[in-house]
């Protein structure tokens, strides 16, 4: 059921998923198997060798494919590995646009990895679109975003940078991990690829890594799945099963995780130790016009500003909300990205962005506001102080 007219929580539950044809079992099985008997030579039911072909694997494709609204769906055994299959595909020997305040990993392997594949690529701040369009060159083959960006919410125009990526000849990729499909469709803003780590809100459960590269393109599926086939970068059979699991809940886990994150925001926003908060759904925050008329949500990923000392403080001493790398589970976490998931920037970079050892970042998950809040609260107190 992929049917584009229901709605998308009906998508959630139902989409790429039919009764499974021998027992009508309601739910995909998780077929974990790396092979299947062929019925003759060159005869087979279109399963051969599970690096090409597993069927709870396309069921979970199918599944996400429908929620970004887009005809296919193409999985890897993580979002890094989803990134770099499509760059690889789409820009060996080329140039790439990207955000320079992306996820700290993509930003590695943009200018540590890919580079030594002859991609070339060109660190921009994807808020000013004409150092963007400055930064196109005749070989640009791709532009990436990340909107909301990791960690300062940076909100990108999907739809003027897809204008411009269409001027240029490139392709439009957004990593659409930090707000979800429930809350931003960038291919109906014209997009032309969208990337997800589905470790985070899309599995949502912190117990499984995983990526999906959607798009609308069958030329450039077909190459995509082509190369994810000759390289081997595929999701295993039951992290394919618990990502499937994870989303078709997506919808009512994100409601909560909007309500908490925007609940969190607006806590530390009144907090005298807290120097600025970032978070789109914020009328403080400078794009929160754009965030609206993109975005459907906010999502749960707030960020802060705060003295390092006090940021160590409130990182350290929240005690439900969990120290930790990751994001997008049913459980809250906290991290100082520049000493976590940013560590691999220079420092340098990182400054000039505002990615500070005061920085805090809280992924908001779905257990009541109120503890959250008070759990902040708590370890922000200087009566705590130890
Ligand atoms: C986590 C993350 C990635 C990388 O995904 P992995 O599954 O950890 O490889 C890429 N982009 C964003 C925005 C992320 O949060």
């Given at each position: ?18 009764p ?13 198997t790396?092979?299947y ?7 087979h ?17 199918a599944?996400?494919?429908?929620l ?6 193409i ?17 060996a020997?080329?140039?790439?646009v ?47 975003l990340?909107?909301?960006s990791?960690?300062?919410m940076r ?5 003027v ?32 690829v ?5 470790t985070?809100y ?11 590269v ?6 450039l ?6 190369v994810?086939?000759s ?17 078709r ?6 409601e ?20 600025r ?19 459907t ?49 220079p ?40």
């Amino acid at each position: 059921m992929s049917d584009p007219k229901v709605r998308f929580g009906t998508r959630c539950v139902h989409a790429g998923q039919s009764p499974e044809p021998v027992t009508g079992a309601i739910t995909t099985p998780l077929f974990q198997t790396s092979t299947y008997v062929q019925d003759g030579l060159g005869r087979h039911r279109g399963y051969e060798y599970g690096r090409l072909q597993n069927p709870t694997r396309e069921a979970a494709e199918a599944n996400i494919a429908a929620l970004e609204g887009a005809r296919h769906g193409i999985s890897f055994s993580s979002g890094l590995a989803a990134i770099e299959c499509l760059v690889k595909t789409v820009a060996a020997g080329g140039h790439v646009v990207s955000e320079e305040n992306t996820y700290g990993g993509t930003t590695r392997m943009f200018t540590q990895v890919l580079d030594r594949l002859g991609i070339e690529v060109t660190l921009v701040d994807t808020r000013d679109e004409a150092a963007v369009r400055a930064a196109v060159r005749p070989d640009t083959r791709l532009i990436h975003l990340e909107t909301p960006s990791n960690p300062l919410m940076r909100i990108a125009d999907i739809e003027v940078l897809a204008r411009t990526a269409e001027a240029a000849g490139a392709l439009l990729c957004v990593d659409n991990t930090f707000a979800s499909p429930c809350n931003l469709n960038p291919l109906a803003l014209g997009a032309d690829v969208v990337v997800h780590s589905t470790t985070k809100y899309l599995s949502g459960h912190s117990d499984v890594l995983g990526g999906v590269v959607v798009l609308d393109d069958d030329a450039l599926a077909d190459e995509l799945f082509f190369v994810r086939k000759s390289t081997g970068p595929v999701p295993g059979p039951f992290d394919s099963w618990l990502t499937l699991r994870g989303a078709r809940t997506l919808h009512l886990r994100m409601e909560r995780h909007n309500e908490n994150g925007m609940r969190i925001a607006e806590f530390l926003e009144s907090h005298p130790l807290v120097r600025r908060v970032h978070y789109p759904g914020l009328p403080s925050h400078p794009r929160h016009e754009l965030a609206r008329r993109q975005m459907t949500g906010f999502s749960g990923m707030v960020s802060a500003e705060l003295d390092e000392a006090d940021a160590r403080r409130m990182a350290e001493g929240t005690r439900i909300i969990r120290l930790a790398e990751s994001l997008g589970g049913v459980e809250s976490m906290i991290c100082i990205p520049s000493l976590m998931t940013h560590a691999s920037v220079p420092e340098d970079a990182r400054l000039r962005m505002g990615i500070t050892n005061g920085l805090v970042r809280v992924s908001a998950g779905i257990e009541d506001a109120a503890d959250l809040v008070e759990d902040i609260e708590r370890a922000l107190s200087h009566k705590d102080r130890i």
